[in-house]
């Protein structure tokens, strides 16, 4: 508010000046600024809906959302338990066992790169499907904006 009266000082002071240069100086000067406001609340306007839109996007893909990283939680999670606890009882179990050290080696090798081949898998495919659910929910939102756009100026 007291930037507007200063402004306002200014051009009064300037139209009151002797120079029509300064008289027209002011009142360009005072049309850019508003122009510059009106520029800057038209942007502020368009990331609060473009926020709004997103914030409402994610409310109604919550479920989603939480079903990509609750699987993604358990990927890790069973990694971590795999090389923590099921391999060593593995291991433990064949040595009970009595298997050959080489063989036992061997076939621990093969467990782990088998093993981890199907994790990355998994992972992949959660990745996949996470990256489809952005970009389902970008689209959703890039419509929603297009559709915005045309119902603020339905003439283009």
Known sequence: MNEKLTQL??????LNSESLDDQKEALKNALRE???YE???NTLSLLYEYG??????????TEEIKFATSVQQEIRKERSQFFSQ???EVSVTLRDAQVDDKIASKWLIELVKCYTESLGQSASLVQDHTIDLVGAIRQEAETKIKMNASVESPDE
């Open 52 to 61: 709004e839109k997103n914030l409402e996007l994610i409310k109604n893909h």
């Open 34 to 36: 508003y122009e510059n």
């Open 39 to 41: 520029n800057f609340k």
């Open 9 to 14: 000082e200014v051009m009064i002071d300037a």
């Open 86 to 88: 099921t391999l060593k």
